[in-house]
T-cell receptor
Framework: DAKTTQPPSMDCAEGRAANLPCNHS???????VYWYRQIHSQGPQYIIH???NNETNEMASLIITEDRKSSTLILPHATLRDTAVYYC?????????FGKGTSLLVTP | EAGVAQSPRYKIIEKRQSVAFWCNPI?????LYWYQQILGQGPKLLIQ????????DSQLPKDRFSAERLKGVDSTLKIQPAKLEDSAVYLC??????????????FGPGTRLTVT
């Protein structure tokens, strides 16, 4: 499984886009990039995943570079409820290996 | 749709005692996972079941931890005897895919264990 690197913390103003970067330079061709988040005192919540192409759903967009060595999770209009720890995970098949993630603080 | 259920939500025990956690996954989900999350860290996989068979238990401390998933539905995780370093949140998750592939995992609220 690919090792991922994320900044430990980020701030974002409410209503602005939150762009969370992730480096996964060792990712192999069949490994997906998954993003989960964990709000305080809750279990992790799936956000989005992708392989090569950019992906969008109702929660977020995932931009993967052409060489697949990095990706960015975009929350287009961050709200206070988006304050959480965001995990970027490179994974091929089985269970998720969480790192320490990025602690995102959305401020009023 | 009901989510992943876990009980108890909180448990305080003394070291060397035993404890058990229960998980009921989302109906129809073939794969069930137990994770351990120590304060300040991301969740760490302990064991993964596909139906009632074990797919991966390489990080389960088998001298003190055990888990079962009878009939391929709900599951229990047991610690006996507990150590101070077992203080953590124990998370259960399930996913639909019967082939054991990851896709979207749904997590329960967790059980917070404190060992004194």
């Amino acid at each position: 499984d690919a090792k991922t690197t994320q900044p430990p913390s980020m701030d974002c103003a409410e209503g602005r886009a939150a762009n969370l970067p992730c480096n996964h330079s060792t990712i192999s061709g069949n490994e997906y990039v998954y993003w989960y988040r964990q709000i305080h005192s809750q279990g992790p919540q799936y956000i989005i995943h992708g392989l090569k192409n950019n992906e969008t759903n109702e929660m977020a967009s995932l931009i993967i570079t052409e060489d697949r060595k990095s990706s960015t999770l975009i929350l287009p209009h961050a709200t206070l409820r988006d304050t959480a720890v965001y995990y970027c995970i490179g994974m091929s098949q089985y269970a998720l290996n969480f790192g320490k993630g990025t602690s995102l603080l959305v401020t009023p | 749709e009901a989510g992943v259920a876990q009980s108890p939500r909180y448990k305080i025990i003394e070291k060397r005692q035993s404890v058990a956690f229960w998980c009921n996954p989302i109906s129809g989900h073939a794969t069930l996972y137990w994770y351990q999350q120590i304060l300040g860290q991301g969740p760490k996989l302990l064991i993964q079941f596909q139906n009632n068979g074990v797919v991966d238990d390489s990080q389960l401390p088998k001298d003190r931890f055990s888990a079962e998933r009878l009939k391929g539905v709900d599951s229990t995780l047991k610690i006996q005897p507990a150590k101070l370093e077992d203080s953590a949140v124990y998370l259960c998750a399930s996913s639909l895919d019967s082939a054991g592939r990851v896709y979207e995992q749904y997590f329960g609220p967790g059980t917070r264990l404190t060992v004194t």
